[in-house]
């Protein structure tokens, strides 16, 4: 293996992973929720604020994980801020099918864009709950569930 | 026979395994589970080809055949632990129902609300999770005893927290996530001064030192065969039979009974009285042939080159640049867990995954050594005696490549 070149743990997922956007706190917000992978540890809290015409003002998450799961959060907040409330549960949808394998990135239309990077990590069944736990987690948010698992 | 690591190597075919992208396997991951040398495998082969028998129930051949073969373990596995009895010697399908067996056996009928069972804070949630629902059940409570900052039992917060209230003391021999090897001895000789009896969690430490249960004195004491080189799914308890005698079963069924009216049921003999329903046959035949091998190779070579993993184990991986080793006891088996600095350990796992190094990540099912560490979660190499000094450096020598990566 190069390591340098590894379909996982690429350039962009290693800059995140190091350099996580909106990595804060968003106090008051309108929606919040803690996520847990049991299994990893890892450990990580949404926050939203979400206007009354149901767009995303602002998005943010605080936390500590491995880098694939700290990445896949700050890819999140950064693809999702400004979208609407329906779009990211769209894209909540699309980036699930993508890490479960049911949705192939070369055919068909999707809204992942660098979401893609994400693509080979079905090849790594203990590491899927790593990449989807942000979104699980903005997904409980959403749905105003407080405390999300993974397992 | 003399110690040649190529010869042992050779009995675990699945050394020779591929792991990911066709990389030859280094396997470290032996706490999880070890592999199974050919003898065992084609012991219990042999029981599906040609030998499958119900047992204890058939006039038959091959049923009395298997009844011998089985009980036969039974044997084996007191000489093995040298107890003084066979009744003493009962099998289960591992180390977790083995302590579920006397937490829901012993407990429930000896422990009343305000009784205290203790246990250590490098439990592993298996001596953890099973006084939980003999609390619920009792009342009783459960005490911790800590651990110093090498991760060894503190003796003498031990001995303070044991009192006439303590009625079950329930420690692991060697740890799981730590490698620290307990003083069981002493430990045991402290709760019979306190007048509780003593549970030995061998999950791990069985395949570590032999073990003589009437020299430690311990009145439980639980393992599993498929870390120790046998098949998964048969586990052991022995328990001294004085105090076997006085518990109610566990679970009711077949083979555990002497008589059946829908009045009144006889229970069987020790050790049946605990094993309702039919065993798994062909793990405890193949159990007999994993402590047959351990025989033949020698506790004192094993012994010996394990000590020089632990021992080379140290040097070179604490030579890696950021890594802090968790557990760094003074009598310490082959395991070692570690962090490195600004990787989390599901990252080290993937990557030298793909070197074909096989480690554990994760908290090893004992989450209060990662909070007392203050770590979410370590890497956990762990090493058998068909391991070898070479394969640490493989793992050196991935984990610096890693250090590359972030
Ligand atoms: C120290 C210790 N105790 C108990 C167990 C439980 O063993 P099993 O899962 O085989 O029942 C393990 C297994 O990981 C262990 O390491």
């Not at chain 1, 995303?56 to 500590?64: K, P, T």
């Not at chain 2, 089985?70 to 084996?76: A, I, N, V």
């Not at chain 2, 009145?219 to 120790?228: E, P, Q």
């Not at chain 2, 020698?298 to 890696?320: C, F, P, S, Y």
């Amino acid at each position: 293996m190069s390591v340098h070149n590894d379909e996982l743990y690429q350039e962009v997922i290693l800059e995140h992973n190091k350099h996580p956007r909106n990595f804060r706190k968003i106090d008051p917000c309108s929606h919040q929720a803690e996520g847990y992978n049991p299994l990893c540890g890892d450990h990580l809290k949404v926050y939203l604020q979400v206007s009354a015409e149901g767009r995303i003002e602002d998005l943010a998450f605080e936390g500590d994980g491995c880098a694939i799961s700290k990445a896949s959060a700050s890819m999140m907040t950064a693809v999702l801020k400004g979208r609407s409330v329906e779009e990211a549960r769209a894209l909540f949808e699309e980036f699930r099918g993508l890490v479960m394998k049911e949705l192939d990135p070369q055919a068909g239309s999707h809204h992942l864009g660098k979401l893609t990077v994400f693509s080979g990590i079905w090849k790594y069944p203990s590491r899927v709950k790593c990449a989807i736990l942000a979104w699980h987690t903005l997904k409980g948010a959403l749905d105003k569930t407080a405390v999300v698992s993974t397992e | 026979m003399a110690f040649n690591i190529e010869k042992i190597r050779r009995d675990f075919p699945n050394l020779m395994a591929r792991a990911r992208d066709e990389k030859p396997l280094v396997y470290l991951d032996n706490a999880a589970t070890t592999f199974k040398p050919c003898q065992v495998i084609s012991c219990t082969h042999a029981h599906y080809c040609h030998k499958t028998a119900n047992i204890h129930r058939g006039v038959h051949y091959l049923s009395e055949e298997a009844t011998a073969e089985y009980e036969s373990t039974r044997e084996k596995v007191r000489r093995f632990l040298n107890a003084s009895s066979l009744c003493e010697i009962v099998f289960t399908k591992g180390a977790t129902e083995s302590i579920n067996l006397v937490a829901a056996s012993y407990g429930r009928s000896a422990l009343k609300s305000g009784d205290e069972v203790l246990i250590s804070q490098m439990e592993h949630h298996s001596n953890i999770v099973p006084w939980q629902l003999l609390r619920e059940a009792t009342g009783c409570v459960i005490k911790v005893a800590p651990i110093n900052d090498r991760g060894e039992l503190l003796l003498d917060e031990y001995r303070k927290l044991l009192s006439p209230r303590t009625k079950i003391v329930s420690i692991v021999h060697v740890s799981n996530s730590l490698g620290t090897v307990n003083p069981v001895k002493e430990l045991a000789r402290l709760a019979h001064e306190a007048g509780a009896v003593f549970l030995l969690d061998a999950a791990q430490g069985v395949s570590h030192e032999p073990i003589d249960v009437q020299d430690w004195d311990v009145d439980f004491l639980a393992f599993s065969g498929h870390k120790l080189f046998g098949p998964t799914g048969v586990g052991v308890l022995y328990g001294k039979e004085r105090i076997l005698e006085t518990m109610p079963p566990y679970q009711g069924g077949g083979d555990m009974i002497l008589s059946v009216t829908f009045d009144r049921t006889v229970f069987n003999r020790l050790p049946l009285k605990f094993e309702a329903g039919t065993p798994n046959v062909a793990g405890v035949i193949g159990l007999g042939s994993a402590i047959d091998y351990i025989r033949a190779v020698g506790w004192e070579d094993m012994i010996t080159h394990k000590k020089d993993l632990v021992d080379h184990g140290h040097k070179v991986l604490n030579a890696v640049p950021g890594l802090r080793m968790i557990g760094t006891a003074r009598n310490k088996a082959p395991i070692f867990s570690f962090v490195l600095e600004g990787v989390h350990a599901h990252d080290i796992g993937t990557l030298i995954d793909r070197e074909g190094i096989a480690i554990r990540t994760g908290h090893h099912c004992t989450q209060p050594v990662m909070e007392r560490f203050g770590v979410p979660a370590t890497a956990r190499a762990s090493l058998a005696f068909y391991n070898t000094k070479e394969e640490i450096d493989l793992l050196v020598k991935a984990l610096l490549k890693v250090r590359e990566v972030f």
